[in-house]
């Protein structure tokens, strides 16, 4: 879920939004305009992105924005990495970061992106385990008016799941437009938090459209880290998680299931704004008995293993953003900010609440695409025995058969010792469900190296064990 406290660093963190709308019409790299003229070698020599250091030119890379709304002028700001290894062959993935309202930026810079930004220095570093070296990475701002994505007006932003996911879905026939060499590779929607939501509205509007659409995206699957998808299920074991993990006590979690049964009733009802209230309660209560959300205490719940304060990182590369040579590199000139609106995003979303289960499930139900729902050991925000619940939940044919799936140990090979067990997961089907150990929230940032050999298994079809 959201923690508003959290939520409120965030907005602070991004220097120069301040609340304050700006006029971006002539700053913005617009592509649509000349991906409509069908002029598709001038849009990619423009998103071309150069300029940036030495030590990251050999690294191929375009951003920039699509339209995908024309009466807002509502934009989606993406930047693209082709795979440095057999781009020819490997699998495209589309990456969709949480909040709402996060950039996707923070999944480049600080969990699988080609490059990160040194804590020490603030210059740019090349990254280990980048998802990059084997895939092809589509890094979206999303939704309209997060990160570098922008609408001329409040009227552009998306008001729900439906809206999200056609606005990606635009922006994609665009994209495989503007590089058409990549149609044919295997393409998956993944994402994280959040974007548990994300992940299915997209795919879902794929899987819809895709039988009359001239341009079709081969979509083969898609992956959703410690992901909001059911609130209602996966918000009824916050009291008994943190109970087991030592950090309430008998009466308070009472309390919080109590609460957790009346924000059930209200969502049952329908009265998802009333539920959302519930929700926001159960996490004060939380943090007035544990002080688990405040700054001068156990500040990171998105992996209590962690003493650092989970957004203390991305200061750096913010600024690095703020650069006006890097902003160049990027299309991205003049007053144009960079959005971390959560609050704003929020208030314009009407389904928050609601499930998306249903589209998942029919997405497994089709029996052609693959789903990977990993989840960090030590995440507080949205954890395990929630998505457990949530998946055992779904409804397809092959449900059954998953919930009585023998669980296999994953180990990660070449990349560690054979004996250390890197998760667990329980598979059947098109549908895998993976306990990534010693991580939190964000997998790749605490086990970049087990997130990599994760997806690439994912990718691959190879079996976790």
Request: aromatic fraction near 12%; charge should be neutral.
């Amino acid at each position: 879920m959201y923690n508003f406290t959290l939520l409120l660093l965030w907005i602070l963190i991004a220097t120069g939004t301040n609340g304050t709308e700006h006029s971006v019409e002539k700053t913005a790299l617009k592509l649509t305009p000349m991906i409509r003229a069908g002029h598709i070698i001038e849009a990619r020599k423009a998103c071309k992105v150069e300029g940036l250091s030495e030590k990251v030119k050999s690294i191929e890379s375009y951003s920039g924005h699509l339209t995908v709304d024309d009466i807002h002028n509502s934009n989606l700001f993406f930047w693209f990495f082709p795979a440095m290894n057999g781009a020819a062959e490997a699998p495209v993935l589309l990456w969709l970061q949480g909040g709402p309202g996060i950039p996707s930026l923070y999944g480049l810079f600080e969990e699988h992106g080609p490059f990160s930004v040194s804590e020490e220095s603030g210059t740019i570093e090349l990254r280990n385990h980048t998802w990059v070296s084997t895939h092809s990475m589509l890094y979206v701002d999303n939704p309209v008016n997060t990160g570098y994505s922008f609408s001329d007006d409040d009227a552009g932003y998306s008001k729900n799941q439906t809206e999200i996911g056609r606005n990606m879905y635009e922006a994609l026939l665009q994209f495989f437009t503007m590089f058409p060499e990549y149609q044919k590779n295997d393409f998956y929607v993944t994402g994280e938090s959040y974007a548990g939501k994300y992940v299915p509205a997209v795919s879902y509007v794929i899987h819809k459209n895709n039988p009359n659409a001239s341009l079709k995206i081969n979509l083969k699957g898609m992956a959703i880290g410690n992901g909001l998808i059911d609130p209602k299920l996966q918000a009824l074991v916050h009291g008994e998680t943190r109970y087991q993990r030592g950090f309430i006590d008998d009466y308070t979690k009472n309390e919080i299931e109590k609460l957790e049964r009346s924000f059930s009733d209200r969502i049952d009802a329908g009265d998802f704004k009333k539920a959302s209230i519930l929700y926001n309660i159960v996490m004060m209560v939380f943090d007035s008995r544990t002080r688990l959300y405040t700054y001068n205490c156990i500040p990171n719940t998105y992996n209590t293993l962690s003493d650092q304060f989970v957004s203390a990182v991305t200061h750096r590369w913010v600024k690095y953003l703020n650069d006006s040579i890097v902003r160049t590199a990027l299309h991205v000139i003049g007053n144009q900010p960079l959005k971390y609106e959560l609050f704003k995003v929020l208030r314009f979303l009407e389904d928050h609440m609601q499930s998306v289960s249903p589209w998942l499930s029919a997405l497994l139900d089709d029996g052609r695409y693959r789903v990977l729902l990993y989840s960090g050991q030590f995440d507080l925000v949205v954890p395990y025995s929630g998505t457990v619940s949530m998946a055992r939940s779904l409804r397809w044919s092959g449900a059954e058969h998953f919930k009585n799936a023998t669980r296999t140990i994953w180990r990660v090979r070449g990349l560690e010792n054979t004996t250390n067990v890197a998760g667990y997961a329980t598979s059947f089907g098109p549908l895998t469900l993976l306990l990534v150990r010693n991580a939190g929230h964000m997998v790749p940032v605490d086990q970049p190296a087990r997130a990599h050999e994760m997806i690439t298994r994912f990718t691959s079809g190879e079996p976790f064990q």
